[in-house]
């Protein structure tokens, strides 16, 4: 049996991981998760993660050998649905205590898989492993083994405390755990050319019951999901499966991955998020069948099924359509969803003018590229006011997130609608999306808006925090134009790569004093780039721009004359000059006026900066 | 008068229990300019932040000191040092509560030594204060969490006044239980003030957590009492303390600026809001505001109306300590029996309860004791025993995630307890059992259609 950092090192040398294979073997071993920071950290742990990816197998009794908070704090919050047993819902723990911490927890964890057994008589017990057992020296692995010895039943040890990481590496290595106890241990009682594996679907809200009927109505058989509404002894002999269909982005890949390198079977990634993804899923799902030995009319059966629950999905969203078009969303949200939910708004017309992907892979951004073009604005954990700023601008409608989000959007008095695990609608499939577009347009069109948005009679409108917060920004950017060393300071501050935390002038330095004159350079020496290298652009931007020599003034005519908006095509002089006429003082003002920022989106920082050296001096000015 | 019996299981099955370090963050949550910060690996933060939020509906301040694998081993000076710093610079927090978890306390982290070597080597950081509680999730709950925090809030925080300092007649603390919600505090407020005091909470989650709209975006806690009326509490003429959990806090109080307290160890119902005005009527000298007058005599008629459907009641209830001894008091006196108790940990309060034995354990426990009972009462977790046993739930204590009003409501104070009992009562009207043809003479026989539907209507 590996020990859990060997199983660590294990999952990061995912090979099926494009993001890993960009890697050198030294980077590799250093793993894939940003070293969190203290006092800046948010997010669940690595035991948080394997539980969410493990707990929607309904039957099993998920024990957590631990003390009260891990379990106590946190139980039945996940909104997996279940067509039987309950059992998953049943909070267990050993709720450790001092005395189990300094003689060890490992006899109260058996007893406590022997009463579970009595009780509940489970197919499985899956052991959680926590810090503190962890720390103490509690062999879970070795109490699992004897209890499955003892009660003639797989008591599975999932071993991914806390500390070893954040969610996303407890959802490998819950992977993990099913691959060396659960995945192959049970043969199903007969196969079909039909029988499929999903991954990664974890029936929230009842979502994969909007997909199911359709798969079986085709013709396929789900052999397992892994794990929304499954049973133990599904996962068990879902190595019989004649393909997989791999649903939540990356969390689940090593799975996946394995089915394929050790029963032959093979995957794609897809989503049931949107019509046009779901259509496409199905029939890739099919292809891959076909391609290992179903009939080729097979196919026909699934475009039958397409084109009717086409017709139907949209015939009933072009009535929200009028309504809905042209309509921004912000959208916060993290993994699958980022790309998923893209998909799915912009079948509606809709257009998004943000996404935050801090919990999404390379992988996740670059499908939201992919559909969005080069105007994805992804935001890395914004910042309240940059929200507020966002939505003050008019570049966002309504807002999109999870549950914790919601009071900025609430708070300034904006739309929102739940997409996350709290959420009691499902949004997969056909019937989903429509649905998903049903919510939308009733949070968009609620009355209470205009209401809510109106101040108090006796309220002095300067007071609200709203016209304070704008106040507060226009007095940063006046400091700043008053102050150029500040001014300057900021503008090195600014960070290009977010993977390692480098700014603009500390790759600046390193350009002049090493006479740096390519990307691979910079990379080498200052480590920008070196993550999800999504920065190099911004480097090679960086060199170009200081090739001509720092010193190198421009004329005030050349200066107008730089290209500000390509897509539009809107230089610097016809910005200021539409500022200066107009009095405009937002990006969207400007974008009205001139065009610029109308397009891909990416020049609105640069107007931002054009406006806050134009407008602040007024400010000053007039004060 | 109860036995106070300790569950045997090993395993915990649906617990009732939260931890303690939650106990002592929503504590500090409760002064303004502060942030907790849990020294712990990530999850233990984000468990408890996920659960006050859908608590709450709020946003929470809750930071951690994200321990790898690697610091948890070779100690968490740095993490602390850094996560202290980080907060100082980013939040602008003016107090950083740090509460040890599991983790920390397994290893030994001497997070006390940690803080006067970030004091040395931060001098920057003087104006910061920095309170630290142990609070290890192995031991105690959350009721402990809070009690200990508070104490130590009082012991660090508060200044010694003169020996001779002339003591603020006006100015009475209140130290209430972790099991008071905003709503409470806004009642008692208001109650106290009517008798010319200006009260101050320690701590008070009416001005953070009674879900406003703030005035700016603030990374820390939206409110509460300020860190200079935490200083100068020391002159206060007056103090009561809320629960039996809070005697440590009055007592550090008293030992620390000599202010003399009065526990209450009840404030639901009828005699125990008597008891409360009595004491503020002596303390101050002054009438019993009129209003206060008219709400007694509501309440009496509340008590009146509601006795029909109240009385002979069975309950089952799980709730920590102190609220269990509360609350169960006040529904004894309107007529029911309390026929299943589970609480969390074994405190001398629990003896006081009026019903034969109470069970520290968990909802399961709740679940088969409860089978026949009229009505739970626990927190939202009852749930699912509440959908197999087909009984209702009255919700209660923390978490309430799938409800709305969480921090308001109220149960203090002659209007509390008016609404209480008709919320009660009205759950009791609303679930009373539907007489059916058959109710009385089934016949089974015949049809199968029979057989599916329940005789029982919800």
């Known amino acids: 049996m590996s020990s859990v950092s060997a199983t660590v090192q294990d999952v990061f040398n995912e090979p099926a991981c494009p993001k890993n294979a960009a890697k050198s073997e030294k980077e590799r071993k250093k793993g894939c998760t940003k070293q969190l920071q203290p006092g800046g950290a948010a997010g669940g742990c690595a035991f948080d993660g394997a539980k969410i990816a493990l707990q929607p197998i309904t039957d099993v009794a998920h024990l957590v050998h631990g003390p009260i908070a891990c379990e106590g704090n946190s ?549 | 008068m109860a036995i106070v019996e300790i569950g045997k299981k090993a395993c915990a099955v649906n617990p009732l229990k939260m931890s303690q370090p939650i106990g002592g963050a929503l504590a500090f949550m409760g002064i303004r300019d502060s942030m907790p910060l849990f020294h712990g690996s990530q999850g233990c933060t984000s468990f408890g932040l996920v659960l006050f939020v859908r608590h709450f509906k709020e946003a929470i301040p809750l930071q951690t000191t994200a321990m790898s694998e690697v610091a948890t081993v070779l100690g968490g000076y740095e993490n602390v040092e850094q996560a202290i710093v980080n907060i100082s610079n980013k939040q602008k927090a003016r107090l950083i509560g740090i509460c040890s978890t599991g983790v920390t306390e397994t290893k030994g982290d001497d997070v006390d030594a940690y803080i006067s070597l970030v004091r040395q080597q931060h001098p920057e950081l003087d104006d910061i204060a920095l309170v630290y509680v142990s609070t290890p999730d192995f031991k105690d709950a959350f009721q402990d969490g809070w009690e200990k925090t508070v104490a130590k809030i009082i012991e660090k925080l508060v200044k010694e006044p003169e020996p001779d300092v002339a003591r603020d007649q006006k100015k009475l603390v209140v130290l209430p239980g972790s099991q008071y919600t905003p709503g409470d505090l806004d009642e008692l407020r208001d109650i106290i003030e009517g008798f010319g005091f200006e009260p101050l909470f320690l701590p008070d989650l009416a001005a953070s957590l009674d879900g406003h709209i703030p005035d700016d975006f603030t990374p820390t806690s939206l409110g509460g009492i300020s860190l200079e009326e935490i200083a100068a509490l020391g002159d206060a003429a007056h103090c009561i303390a809320l629960g039996s959990h809070m005697k440590l806090a009055a007592e550090t109080l008293q030992k620390k600026a000599g202010v003399p307290f009065k526990l209450f160890e009840r404030m639901i119902g009828l005699l125990p809001t008597d008891a409360f005005i009595a004491h503020l009527m002596e303390i101050s000298g002054r009438e019993v505001p009129l209003r206060i007058k008219r709400q007694r005599s509501q309440l009496v008629d509340a008590m009146l109306d509601g006795h029909f459907h109240t009385g002979g009641k069975k309950i089952a209830m799980g709730l920590e300590p102190d609220f269990f001894y509360d609350l169960s008091s006040f529904l004894v006196e309107m007529g029911c029996h309390i026929t299943a108790a589970v609480s969390t940990n074994a405190t001398p309060i629990l003896e006081k309860v009026q019903c034969e034995s109470v069970l520290i354990g968990d909802l399961e426990d709740l679940e088969r004791l409860g089978a026949g009972c009229d009505l739970l009462i626990t927190h939202a977790h009852g749930r699912q025993a509440s959908e197999r046993l087909h009984i209702p739930l009255f919700r209660m204590g923390l978490p309430i995630f799938d409800r709305l009003g969480a921090g308001h409501i109220t149960a203090v104070g002659y209007r509390g307890a008016r609404d209480l009992i008709f919320d009660i009562a009205n759950m009791f009207i609303a679930n009373a059992h539907v007489a059916r043809p058959d109710t009385w003479y089934p016949h089974p026989a015949e049809g199968a259609d029979s057989l599916a539907s329940p005789t029982v209507a919800h």
Request: hydrophobic residues 40%; glycine residues 8%.
């Open chain 1, 75 to 623: 139980w039945d919050n996940r909104g997996a649905y279940s067509s039987g047993s309950t059992l998953y819902r049943t909070g267990f723990t050993t709720d450790l205590n001092e005395t189990d911490v300094v003689f060890g927890g490992e006899k109260r964890l058996y007893k406590s898989i022997k009463e579970i057994i009595e009780k509940y008589n489970p197919p499985s017990v899956f052991v959680y492993q926590t810090c503190v057992p962890a720390m103490i020296g509690d062999d879970i692995d070795a109490v699992c083994k004897a209890a499955s010895k003892k009660f003639g039943k797989p008591i599975v040890p999932v071993n991914s405390p806390g500390f070893v990481g954040p969610k996303n590496l407890g959802n490998k290595l819950a992977g993990e755990a099913l691959l060396a106890h659960v995945i192959g241990t049970v043969e199903p009682e007969y196969t079909t050319p039909y029988d499929v594996n999903i991954i990664g679907e974890y029936n929230l809200a009842g979502e994969m019951w909007q997909v199911e009927p359709l798969l079986k109505e085709i013709g396929f058989r789900i052999l397992s999901c892994i794990s929304g509404d499954a049973k133990y002894t599904d996962v068990a002999s879902s190595h019989r499966a004649r393909a997989t269909m791999m649903v939540c982005s990356k969390a689940m890949i090593n799975i996946t991955r394995k089915l394929e390198d050790l029963y032959g079977i093979p995957y794609f990634e897809g989503s049931f998020y949107g019509i046009g993804d779901m259509s496409d899923s199905l029939r890739q799902l099919a292809q891959l069948v076909i391609d290992r030995g179903a009939p080729a009319e097979f196919m026909d059966r699934v475009e039958a099924v397409i084109a009717r629950e086409e017709k139907l999905a949209w015939d009933e969203i072009m009535s929200y359509l009028p309504r809905l078009k042209g309509k921004k969303v912000l959208l916060i949200t993290g993994g699958v969803k980022s790309w998923s939910v893209v998909a799915a708004l912009q079948e509606v017309g809709m257009e998004i003018v943000g996404t935050s992907v801090k919990k999404s892979t390379k992988e996740d951004k670059e499908r939201i590229k992919e559909l969005m073009g080069e105007d994805a604005h992804a935001f890395d954990d914004m910042s309240p006011r940059e929200m507020y700023k966002m939505l003050k601008d008019a570049r966002a409608d309504i807002m999109l997130s999870g549950g914790r989000s919601q009071f900025i959007a609430l708070k300034a008095n904006m739309p929102w609608l739940d997409i996350n695990q709290e959420r009691h609608h499902a949004y997969s499939g056909y019937k989903g999306m429509v649905d998903l577009v049903k919510e939308i347009d009733k949070a968009l069109y609620n009355p209470i808006w205009d209401q809510v948005r109106t101040i108090a009679p006796w309220q002095n409108a300067a007071d609200s925090w709203q016209a304070k917060a704008d106040a507060e920004a226009a007095r940063e950017a006046a400091e700043l134009a008053a102050d150029p060393a500040k001014a300057e300071a900021k503008r090195r501050s600014k960070k290009i790569c977010k993977c390692k935390t480098v700014d603009l002038g500390t790759i600046e330095d390193a350009i002049s004093t090493g006479a740096l004159t390519t990307v691979e350079q910079v990379v080498d020496i200052t480590h920008a780039g070196s993550g999800c290298t999504g920065c190099r652009g911004a480097i090679g931007g960086i060199l170009e721009g200081l090739a001509g020599g720092p010193v190198v003034e421009l004329t005030l005519e050349e200066r107008r004359a730089v290209k500000i908006c390509n897509c539009k095509d809107v230089t610097r002089g016809m910005i200021e000059d539409a500022v200066h006429a107009k009095n405009l003082t937002t990006v969207a003002e400007v974008t009205e006026a001139t065009n610029a920022g109308g397009g891909c989106t990416s020049c609105c920082d640069t107007i931002d900066d054009i406006l806050s050296e134009i407008v602040a001096p007024i400010a000053v000015a007039a004060e």
